[in-house]
């Protein structure tokens, strides 16, 4: 929440108010009893303990727990499917270093999964939700808005279709299943989507 006394935007070395009041947090330091901004961006103040913070515009995402985190699927094991990060839902920068995150068997869909490869493929794209942010990136896509947003056919590779009980290839006919993303549409720019990879 940002402070109504405070700017919406703040230069590195504004003033944003006394030690006394405030306790320095991350994008400030303190020098002589008052605390300045150490970056471009947005000012907050957390009313639980009166520390200030300076959110940076255009920032490097940091992965935090509830985050959503669109990911690529590169293998699918017994218990877990192993992902890549590409981005958290609230950013629209990248995440630097390609961390990994999994998404345990249990936390793939609501209710009992059989085989996670019933319910993902490797390429994937799929949004989940964290879990565990540290040490390392657990996910789970159980909730009905979480699971793939965009997939290809296992045949030839263009972008599937969603179809009354499944996922439709345009180009070859090919049927396949996953736990898609309630309002997802993949593959709905169609059939012409460009060269199979």
């Not at 405070?6 to 009893?33: H, Q, S």
């Not at 913070?53 to 995402?61: E, F, L, S, T």
Request: charged residues 25%.
């Amino acid at each position: 929440m940002t402070d109504p006394e405070l700017p919406k935007l703040v230069l590195p070395g504004d003033y944003l108010g006394a030690a006394e009041e405030f306790l320095p947090g991350r994008g400030t330091y303190e020098n002589r009893g008052r605390i300045y901004a150490s970056l471009l961006g947005t000012p907050h103040v957390d009313p639980r303990d009166r520390s200030i913070r300076v959110d940076a515009r255009n920032g490097i995402p940091e992965i935090r727990e509830d985050d959503l985190l669109y990911c690529r699927v590169d293998e699918i094991k017994t218990a877990m499917a192993i992902c890549t990060v590409l981005a958290v839902g609230s950013s629209e920068r990248t995440v630097p270093g390609a961390p990994e995150a999994t998404v345990h068997i249990s936390k793939a869909k609501e209710g009992y999964t059989e085989s996670l490869s019933g319910e993902f493929a490797v390429g994937d794209i799929l949004v989940g939700r964290v879990l565990q942010a540290h040490p390392s990136i657990k996910l789970t896509t159980a909730a009905p808005p979480l699971g793939v947003v965009a997939a290809r056919c296992q045949v030839c590779h263009a972008l599937l279709r969603i179809g009354p009980k499944e996922l439709v290839c345009p180009r070859c006919g090919h049927t396949e299943r996953r736990k898609v993303a309630q309002g997802a549409r993949p593959g709905a720019s169609g059939p012409d989507d460009g060269p199979a990879r």
